[in-house]
């Protein structure tokens, strides 16, 4: 149990393309979401909370027009890169908290598989 | 402020060994403490929790844990190290306060090998 899918798996694309990432969760429903960026050989950096029918919230630093969130169901959240570039390029990875209260916060993050983006 | 700190980039042990990867938090308020595994270009995947309760907690693949309050830590053992152990692993801690909506604060990470 606890299957949390995340597509594609991999995306290579021009500069300047958009590209949506979809995560979902299988078989649970999860009102937050969760969206992380890994650079090789360092630890996971949340770039933004997503909650079911309102808007991400996200953490400092983190351009909201570059890296769209909606989350749109209670099992599924997209990140959209929007316009990427070669800075942009890095593994993404989503995870989804079973529960559809927000207060549920002792549940375990269940994560996808991870995207990795590389723009040429 | 919550934080996480693990002691060691890198652990490298031989199979059969005791694994060991310590970790320490900081944080003001009763933790959630929770260890997860990395395997190359996938995503992590629960190890183990610790909520409230038992400090002794036990996890999938003959991981362990314990919650030591005083000592602010939630080492992650294992008795003997296997082959596929074989990993990066991250400590991770939450707390049950509303406005943060169950972030997990993740420590940097521990490379482990296992030498035959």
Known sequence: ?120 | AQSVTQLGSHVSVSEGALVLLRCNYSSSVPPYLFWYVQYPNQGLQLLLKYTTGATLVKGINGFEAEFKKSETSFHLTKPSAHMSDAAEYFCAVSHMIYNQGGKLIFGQGTELSVKP
């Open chain 1, 1 to 120: 149990g606890a299957v949390v899918s995340q597509h594609p798996s991999w995306v290579i694309c021009k500069s300047g393309t958009s590209v949506k990432i979809e995560c979902r969760s299988l078989d649970f429903q999860a009102t937050t979401m969760f969206w992380y960026r890994q650079f090789p050989k360092q630890s996971l950096m949340l770039m933004a909370t997503s909650n079911e029918g309102s808007k991400a919230t996200y953490e400092q630093g983190v351009e909201k027009d570059k890296f769209l969130i909606n989350h749109a169901s209670l099992t599924l959240s997209t990140l959209t890169v929007t316009s990427a570039h070669p800075e942009d390029s890095s593994f993404y990875i989503c995870s989804a908290r079973p529960g559809q209260s927000i207060w549920i916060s002792n549940q375990p993050q269940h994560f996808g598989d991870g995207t990795r983006l590389s723009i040429l």
